[in-house]
């Protein structure tokens, strides 16, 4: 029989009763019935448990026996006795009677136990993280993490993607966060830089000729943490295609995401055509670029209806600002005074003045509430009927430039949602947001600025683009750039574009935004050459393995779908980084440590 096991603890069933069998692994739950003891004996496959009697040859030792002790034991298998078996696990009609056990590693009071599910703080948890990771639910989540890698990457490769290793250590580029630099021993007072994304690698091997590239790539970046971004380092399926316009890369992800989902979702609907929202839609409709279309509230300007009305606030908001709108956030079935005033408490404690409502009840003319009173029943019917609500419904209003609320408005119908349970939370709700601004208008340096990403294709014709006057601010800041996101549930998975591959439009756009030449060759000389030496049209995404996992897994943080996170100040607790270094090393590396005051 083999050293440590004859199974693992989640193979034996009723077919092995009356065999001899050796199970190594942990003791999970030890129970004392009566002087019986019965041990959960857990590894990574499952759990089967063993029992000791007083007459065992193993009883003395088995007494010992405490929580998370790595154990062997030798038994025989046996049918658990009428009424006693456990339907909930594979191994639940059979147990194992204990004839002998070899304590193979014992353990000391544990800081936190790994039976059941209680709550931790953070740095327990992360700073055991050995023992995080046995509990059940951690431990499937980081399983459903390979598998679905596993999934990804064949479906990547059945596309005919090639998958290609970048880089780690490269050189700093601007790319929107801080850099982890790493000193150069053997060049002194130069530095390498992990990578924040293999942006620039993954275009240059579209410019030396490979079509189709894919990588699972870690990537790097100094900033802080958030529920859904982890600090430090995250994962993201990297790929980049050439000659494709941004249909064939939507053409090409979507069935991977879709496909990935349905396979892990584990039969909540995955949306089955993913819908392509323009950005300034998403924002208009749902106050956000990455909606949550789970919730089925839809804004909609109402400023016709308030214009010249007898609610004066609104109405001269109107008339003194051609800027100023009036949107309606509907809250179907939260037609009662409660409710609205409730959301208008809310909106208070978020730092607004309050948020305007109407609502209609059974048996009343008009709309009820203060601004159903100032505008009359005759406006309140053209909200009622533009938004499509009734009796037993309501609406709440904002209203302002658009950019100055358009965060608050879409916090707001996140709010109603949430609160009138309109949100279905048993599904996969994907869409695509296009159409992203090229440019945007800095007001606080009084110029034109790019909005996000500098390197995308302008979506306009390149000679009509060429001629552009930098003055012409109006159709400037009107172009959309051939940039997209990919959104679920209200999480944006990824960013990607139909990258800008003509050093000619690159130097133009960068001239727009007030970056001249020299700017654009000191910091992306290399990608300026390649570009000019024949670059196909070529574009890509990248989205995040973290956040893909997150939702799969039903999660609201990162951390519980990552083996070893850091905690929120990027420090890992396990292991004890960052750490400081000897002087030895940091003369080898020619550094000198300038370190802050300590107050």
Request: glycine share 10%.
């Amino acid at each position: 029989m083999h050293r440590y096991r004859s199974h693992t603890c989640g193979a034996l069933r009723e077919s092995d009763i009356g065999q001899e069998t050796r199970l190594s692994g942990w003791c999970h739950r030890i129970r004392d019935h009566g002087g019986v003891l019965f041990i959960d004996l857990r590894d990574h496959y499952g759990m089967t448990q063993v029992v000791a009697d007083p007459d065992s040859p193993a009883f003395k030792t088995a007494e010992t026996l405490r929580a998370e002790w790595v154990v062997r034991i030798d038994g025989k298998v046996r049918a658990r006795p009428a009424g006693t078996a456990n339907a909930e696990m594979p191994t639940g009609k059979v147990e194992v009677y204990i004839t002998a056990i070899e304590v193979l590693g014992p353990a000391g009071e544990l800081p936190m136990p790994v039976f059941g599910d209680q709550e931790y703080p953070e740095e327990t948890r992360l700073k055991y993280r050995f023992l995080d990771l046995r509990r059940e639910k951690l431990h499937n989540n980081i399983m459903v993490r390979g598998q679905v890698i596993d999934s990804i990457r064949r479906r990547m490769k059945e596309q005919g993607f090639f998958e290609f290793q970048t880089p780690i250590l490269t050189a700093s580029s601007p790319e929107g966060a801080r850099d982890y630099l790493v000193p150069s021993r053997i060049h002194p007072g130069k530095f390498y830089a992990l990578p924040q994304a293999p942006q620039q690698f993954k275009q240059l091997i579209m410019v030396s000729g490979f079509d189709r590239y894919f990588q699972i790539a870690p990537c790097f970046r100094d900033e802080d943490a958030r529920a859904d971004r982890s600090p430090g380092e995250f994962y993201q399926l990297d790929l980049e295609m050439s000659f494709v316009t941004q249909q064939d890369v939507f053409d090409a992800v979507e069935p991977v995401m879709r496909g990935v989902f349905e396979e892990f979702a584990g039969g909540k609907p995955v949306t089955p055509k993913f819908p392509m929202i323009p950005y300034a839609e998403a924002m208009s409709s749902y106050g956000t670029d990455k909606p949550d279309l789970r919730n089925p509230i839809k804004m909609q300007n109402v400023s016709e209806a308030f214009r010249g009305s007898g609610f004066k606030i609104f109405a001269n908001m109107l008339a003194g600002d051609p800027k100023v709108q009036v949107w309606a956030i509907p809250a179907p079935t939260g037609g009662n005074r409660a409710f609205c005033d409730r959301m208008n408490s809310w909106a208070q404690q978020e730092g607004q003045p309050g948020l305007g409502y109407i609502f209609w009840r059974e048996g009343e003319e008009g709309g009820a509430g203060p601004l159903a009173k100032n505008i009359g029943p005759e406006r309140t019917k053209q909200i009622a009927d533009q938004l499509g609500l009734g009796v037993g419904d309501a609406v709440f209003f904002v209203a302002g430039e658009p950019g100055k609320f358009v965060k608050f408005a879409g916090a707001a119908r996140t709010r109603v949602g949430e609160e009138l349970n309109l949100v279905n939370k048993d599904r996969f709700d994907f869409c695509w947001i296009v159409d992203f601004p090229m440019f945007e208008w800095n007001e606080e340096e009084k110029k034109i600025d790019f909005s996000h990403n500098p390197f995308s294709m302008p979506n306009m014709d390149v000679d009509e683009f060429l001629k552009l006057d930098p003055n012409d601010h109006e159709k400037i800041l009107g172009m959309k750039a051939i940039q997209y996101d990919i959104v679920c549930n209200g999480t944006e998975l990824s960013s990607g574009a139909i990258r800008n591959h003509r050093p000619d439009v690159m130097k133009r756009a960068f001239a727009i935004a007030g970056y001249g030449a020299d700017v654009l060759e000191a910091k992306f000389g290399g990608m300026l050459r390649a570009l000019s030496l024949g670059a196909p049209p070529h574009g890509g995404i990248a989205p995040g393995i973290d956040r893909i996992v997150m939702l799969l897994c039903g999660e609201e943080n990162l951390r519980e779908v990552v083996l070893f996170p850091m905690n929120q100040r990027a420090e890992d607790l396990l292991m004890g980084a960052p750490s400081e270094v000897t002087p030895k090393q940091l003369r080898e590396l020619h550094i000198r440590l300038n370190l802050p005051d300590k107050k």
